[in-house]
């Protein structure tokens, strides 16, 4: 996974995966919160997630690096002796950990279709993180887009959507305020992430497993401080069933994935990956939660892809690096994305 120049089956089958786990980890998450019976804390899977990641990472790198030695000569310079890069991955660890818990209390209080179609309101913000972070420039219609997407997003909640068989207590304004703190906080640590990764040859196994070791410990300071006297009580596995274990085991593999997505593709590729996600799980939530579609709704969502495929047509031919980008390697390697 860790070679340079990848086919192009390789990075479509990499935006897939991603994708279809994106969807079957909103829906499953979402059918999780909607459960009766002892509810898991929602901390400690965000947390275990990151642990898996960890664990996989190395793996991955152990394969890249070909033996033991090598592997350990990696994890000295990088890792141990490198408090500096630690520390730089921090940032976006911390904001993802804000993130994946924010997804968590999103979909305790809306449909999984709505979130859905709403979270992608972190394409502008991540549009406007990639001209202020990467020094990058949008065309018109790039920006044009953005605005059908956000007259798009209006539409998905203009007339509410309503479910017949869920029956727990909801904070619609609740979810909606978790979605705008998410949304905020994808934009800016994908970005911040892309950015570290592809302005030095480090590998994304490395620099994975840097995001992941203080992901580790602020998602456990999340834990202290949401749940710890009730896990104190109940345990910190407590709740989880198998569909509990299997939301985790998505959040690992997608998170992932996303890296190699970020790495070997780009934003582009990943908006189409969303727009498609969207389609797949309204329909699931049709068949799970019973959802009924209304037509502003629909409306609303293809207004949405649409505007995703807008927004991507374009960004190949007519990026432009800004004349003052100084970082030189960098300018380079964003071109040849
Ligand atoms: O929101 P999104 O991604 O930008 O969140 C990125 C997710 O990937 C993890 N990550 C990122 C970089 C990296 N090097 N390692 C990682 O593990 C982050 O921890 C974060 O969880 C999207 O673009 O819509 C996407 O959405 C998520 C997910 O559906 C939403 O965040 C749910 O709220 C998808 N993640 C999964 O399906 C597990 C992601 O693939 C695409």
């Given at each position: 996974?860790a070679?340079?120049?990848?086919?192009?089956?390789?990075?479509?089958?990499?935006?897939?995966?991603?994708?279809?786990?994106?969807?079957?980890?909103?829906?499953?998450?979402?059918?999780?919160?909607?459960?009766?019976?002892?509810?898991?804390?929602?901390?400690?899977?965000?947390?275990?997630?990151?642990?898996?990641k960890l664990i996989l990472s190395l793996g991955m790198l152990s394969n890249e690096a070909g033996s033991l030695g090598r592997l350990k000569n990696i994890l000295v310079e990088h890792i141990f002796s490198s408090p500096k890069e630690l520390?730089?991955l921090?940032?976006?660890?911390?904001?993802?950990?804000?993130?994946?818990?924010?997804?968590?209390?999103?979909?305790?209080?809306?449909?999984?279709?709505?979130?859905?179609?709403?979270?992608?309101?972190?394409?502008?913000?991540?549009?406007?993180?990639?001209?202020?972070?990467?020094?990058?420039?949008?065309?018109?219609?790039?920006?044009?887009?953005?605005?059908?997407?956000?007259?798009?997003?209006?539409?998905?909640?203009?007339?509410?959507?309503?479910?017949?068989?869920?029956?727990?207590?909801?904070?619609?304004?609740?979810?909606?305020?978790?979605?705008?703190?998410?949304?905020?906080?994808?934009?800016?640590?994908?970005?911040?992430?892309?950015?570290?990764?592809?302005?030095?040859?480090t590998s994304l196994w490395v620099r994975n497993i840097q995001m992941y070791i203080s992901?580790i410990?602020?998602?456990?300071?999340?834990?202290?401080?949401?749940?710890?006297?009730?896990?104190?009580?109940?345990?910190?596995?407590?709740?989880?069933?198998?569909?509990?274990?299997?939301?985790?085991?998505?959040?690992?593999?997608?998170?992932?994935?996303?890296?190699?997505?970020?790495?070997?593709?780009?934003?582009?590729?990943?908006?189409?990956?969303?727009?498609?996600?969207?389609?797949?799980?309204?329909?699931?939530?049709?068949?799970?939660?019973?959802?009924?579609?209304?037509?502003?709704?629909?409306?609303?969502?293809?207004?949405?892809?649409?505007?995703?495929?807008?927004?991507?047509?374009?960004?190949?031919?007519?990026?432009?690096?800004?004349?003052?980008?100084?970082?030189?390697?960098?300018?380079?390697?964003?071109?040849?994305?």
């Amino acid at each position: 996974m860790a070679v340079g120049n990848v086919s192009v089956g390789f990075k479509v089958y990499c935006l897939t995966v991603m994708t279809l786990v994106a969807a079957t980890y909103t829906v499953s998450l979402r059918y999780t919160r909607t459960l009766s019976g002892d509810m898991y804390f929602s901390t400690t899977a965000v947390c275990v997630a990151e642990v898996i990641k960890l664990i996989l990472s190395l793996g991955m790198l152990s394969n890249e690096a070909g033996s033991l030695g090598r592997l350990k000569n990696i994890l000295v310079e990088h890792i141990f002796s490198s408090p500096k890069e630690l520390l730089k991955l921090s940032v976006p660890s911390i904001v993802y950990a804000i993130q994946n818990n924010m997804a968590f209390l999103a979909l305790s209080n809306l449909d999984a279709a709505v979130y859905q179609v709403t979270y992608q309101l972190k394409i502008p913000c991540t549009a406007l993180c990639t001209v202020l972070m990467l020094n990058r420039s949008l065309s018109r219609l790039q920006w044009g887009s953005v605005l059908m997407l956000c007259v798009g997003v209006t539409l998905v909640q203009w007339e509410p959507v309503k479910t017949t068989n869920v029956e727990i207590v909801q904070n619609p304004l609740l979810g909606f305020i978790a979605i705008a703190i998410a949304v905020c906080c994808s934009g800016f640590a994908g970005v911040y992430f892309e950015k570290v990764l592809k302005s030095s040859d480090t590998s994304l196994w490395v620099r994975n497993i840097q995001m992941y070791i203080s992901g580790i410990v602020v998602t456990l300071f999340g834990v202290y401080m949401t749940d710890g006297e009730k896990i104190l009580e109940k345990g910190f596995f407590f709740g989880y069933k198998p569909w509990v274990c299997f939301v985790i085991f998505l959040a690992s593999v997608g998170g992932l994935y996303t890296s190699v997505v970020v790495k070997y593709t780009d934003n582009i590729m990943k908006g189409f990956s969303a727009a498609a996600a969207i389609v797949i799980s309204t329909v699931a939530s049709v068949v799970l939660f019973g959802l009924q579609i209304t037509v502003t709704f629909a409306s609303g969502a293809l207004l949405v892809c649409i505007s995703i495929y807008l927004y991507g047509i374009p960004k190949q031919d007519t990026i432009k690096l800004t004349q003052n980008a100084t970082d030189k390697e960098l300018k380079a390697k964003l071109i040849s994305v």
